[in-house]
């Protein structure tokens, strides 16, 4: 019988197994928690594979090496322009108060107008740092409504958050009301994410902001592209790349492997990990979140 070679190349010694950035604990800026429903009936095994309450989340957190995710309910998203809103405001409200490890979006919608009065009043809670919105999700144009979130989000301080990439959602239609309130901070999600298959949507959307206060997050399964991340830093800097999961529609751990073996150093590992986080939502760090 023929012995085969097994050697471990030399080269290889050079690269740690385990990157000097996993000892970061990382703030998740997107993440869900609840039941997904796809429009589709026949994707019911998916559909439960992508679901998961607070305390799986939380665990799901921790095999990451995360210390909060800030989360926003599904049953406030989905399905497909039924998400009930207010409901799901007032159901994470109660889930995010009673579970460690996680803060809160708090989902408006246009279309829903007593949600921009329960988001004043979650905005002015500590766990609460800013509002979600889903032009796909809750089927508007963001061209059409942009402005009267904006002016909220401005009123109260809050950050916003929004899906993106989509046709309601295109991020080249963000820049202009992001230009008209500098004071906003705008995190277009999902990195790579493009209807036409585009992946440089939000990446132009940052180049284009006059103000610097448009961000991005990495939860898109684009994030497999072995290059797609180190692309983004090179082009806007990891100071506007936020770490997010989507989690528990996707694995988080899985997302926090691509960062920690990115091809970027400690410092822009750190940035996208926790620290452009730590500023941008103010957050106090807790024993929880040190080295
Ligand atoms: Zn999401």
Redesign the pocket.
């Known amino acids: 019988m023929n012995m085969h070679r097994y050697v471990y190349p030399v080269s290889c010694n050079e690269i740690p197994a385990i990157p000097p950035s996993a000892q970061v604990p990382a703030i998740d800026v997107?993440g869900?928690y609840g039941i997904w429903h796809s429009s589709d009936s026949t994707r019911a095994l998916a559909d439960s594979f992508a679901s998961g309450d607070g305390r799986t989340v939380v665990a799901r957190a921790c095999q990451a090496h995360t210390c909060v995710t800030i989360v926003s309910p599904l049953l406030a998203l989905v399905p497909r322009g039924h998400g009930q809103v207010v409901a799901g405001n007032d159901e994470a409200r109660q889930v995010v108060a009673q579970t460690e490890g996680l803060l809160q979006w708090a989902v408006v919608s246009p279309l829903e107008p007593r949600s921009f009065e329960q988001a004043a009043e979650l905005l002015r809670l500590p766990q609460c740092p800013g509002i979600k919105i889903h032009p796909e999700e809750h089927q508007y144009p963001i061209t059409e409504h942009g402005q009267a979130l904006f002016e909220f989000a401005a009123e109260h301080g809050a950050i916003v958050s929004t899906?993106s990439g989509e046709q309601n959602s295109l991020p080249a239609d963000y820049v202009p009301i992001a230009n008209d309130f500098p004071e906003v901070t705008l995190i277009l999600?999902h990195l790579g994410c493009g209807w036409d298959g585009d992946l440089t949507h939000q990446v132009r959307a940052v180049q284009a902001s006059k103000h610097g206060n448009i961000f991005i997050d990495t939860?898109s399964e684009r994030s497999l592209y072995p290059k797609l991340i180190e692309w983004a830093v090179k082009e806007v800097g990891a100071e506007h790349l936020l770490y997010g999961t989507?989690t528990p529609?996707h694995c988080a751990a899985m997302y926090r492997a691509r960062i920690d073996h990115a091809d970027l150093s400690l410092t822009e590992k750190q940035l996208i990990l926790r620290d452009n986080a730590v500023r941008l939502f103010q957050l106090e760090r807790t024993t929880l979140c040190q080295d």
């Open positions: 997107h869900h899906h999600a939860s989507d529609l």
